[in-house]
């Protein structure tokens, strides 16, 4: 059985991902809030703007790579959108990325990796 490609970066496809959450928010004006009547008014510039959590469990090469995406100020990134069951392709950049040691081998590691991938 073949797993589904969930991200690519830059055309190089990423390993499967422990954890993958989208969500896809509004970006409102400034103008938007509440009226002096009490009522919400929302003034929307952008619908759908994608935010993508994710986690891996990776070797040191694959941290390694993952660390030198993460300076990069953007990446074109591949990505299975829910919204269209299809995969999409979107600039994005990389926030709060973190690492962890999951497990010492011999091969310097098993390392977790999670951050978020917002769209521009």
């Known amino acids: 059985m073949a797993f589904h490609n969930y991200l690519a970066f830059n055309g190089e496809t990423l390993p499967h991902p422990d954890s993958y ?9 400034e103008s938007s ?6 009522t919400k008014q929302r003034d929307v510039v ?3 703007v994608h935010t993508i959590d994710v986690a891996f469990s990776v070797t040191a090469v694959w ?23 299809d995969l999409k392709s979107a ?3 990389i926030e709060g990325f973190k690492v ?19 769209e521009f």
């Open 21 to 29: 959450d989208v969500s896809m928010d509004d970006v409102e004006a």
């Open 33 to 38: 809030g509440e009226t002096e009547a009490g």
């Open 46 to 48: 952008r619908s759908g």
């Open 63 to 85: 941290l390694k790579k993952l660390t030198a995406y993460k300076q990069k100020p953007k990446l074109e990134v591949r990505f299975f959108d829910p919204e269209t069951a």
């Open 91 to 93: 600039e994005m950049y």
């Open 100 to 118: 962890s040691l999951a497990k010492d081998t011999s091969y310097k590691g098993l390392w977790t990796v999670s951050f978020a991938l917002k």
